[in-house]
């Protein structure tokens, strides 16, 4: 077992060379760092992220991150 949280695990992402995963769960949406060698998680340090419908994506380069969006007008 990865992992146990109190809701929906949105995205779950292999992070490039660490041994680690980014998992997005919850409500509000939460993203964690979690080690795969002892299960420890950490808050993910990421730029700010407008409100979006998905979970963000990590580059397969690990160096740029996507998040689903859309134009409103």
């Known amino acids: 077992m990865l992992a146990t949280v109190d809701g929906r695990v949105h995205a779950l992402t292999r992070l490039p060379d660490t041994g680690r995963v980014r998992m ?11 080690d795969l060698a002892t299960g420890r998680r950490e808050p993910a340090v990421l730029p700010p992220l407008p409100d979006r419908p998905g979970a963000p994506a990590l580059a397969p380069d690990g160096a740029s991150i996507a998040v689903e969006g859309y134009d409103a007008g």
Request: charged share 35%; proline share 9%.
């Open 24 to 34: 997005t769960w919850g409500e509000p949406w939460r993203t964690e760092e979690v």
